[in-house]
């Protein structure tokens, strides 16, 4: 038995990017997973604005915190640090 069509037909999109970029995304997946979902998720999720904020590592939005001058280096390592403890604890 066919299986049945989709209702919402997926159209063929070619962008340019630069070079570096694509090597980000492909460092980013590994063998078996899809580019095109890759890519179909991220345009999703900034359309929607619906990031999932729990996807990013704590060690990470501290590091962005930092980065944009909201937390002095010696508050960054706290944090880190007490990042470390609790992962440590789970």
């Not at 930092?66 to 880190?80: F, K, W």
């Amino acid at each position: 038995m066919p299986r049945p069509r989709s209702r919402d037909k997926v159209v063929p999109v070619s962008i340019g990017l630069p070079i570096s970029l694509m090597m980000r995304l492909d460092n980013e997946l590994d063998w078996s997973q899809s580019r095109s979902r890759y890519v179909k998720s991220a345009i999703i999720q900034k359309l929607d604005d619906s990031f999932d904020y729990s996807s990013i590592l704590t060690s990470q939005l501290i590091g962005m915190l930092h980065h944009r001058n909201i937390i002095s280096t010696e508050l960054l390592t706290s944090l880190m640090m007490r990042a470390e403890e609790i992962e440590v604890e789970q």
